[in-house]
């Protein structure tokens, strides 16, 4: 299966600076993550992050940089 990494680059709230993030739109196994806007009306995007292993949230707005 092939997957298309990217950097992707927010404003965390966590460590009150903008973060980069080496990311994946889908998992291992291959689970897709998620774009949307919440009930609030904030932009929500669920990416896999490469380096942890896990799944974050980026909110707001990001910018995605094809690696």
Excluded: C, P
């Excluded at 009930?39 to 910018?63: E, P, S």
């Amino acid at each position: 299966m092939k997957t298309n990494n990217f950097y992707i680059t927010y404003f965390a709230k966590k460590h009150s600076k903008f973060i980069t993030r080496k990311a994946s739109a889908t998992n291992t196994e291959g689970t897709a993550g998620k774009m949307f806007t919440d009930r609030n009306g904030v932009n929500r995007y669920i990416y896999w992050d490469l380096d942890k292993g896990d799944w974050r949230h980026a909110t707001g707005k990001w910018r995605i940089k094809a690696i």
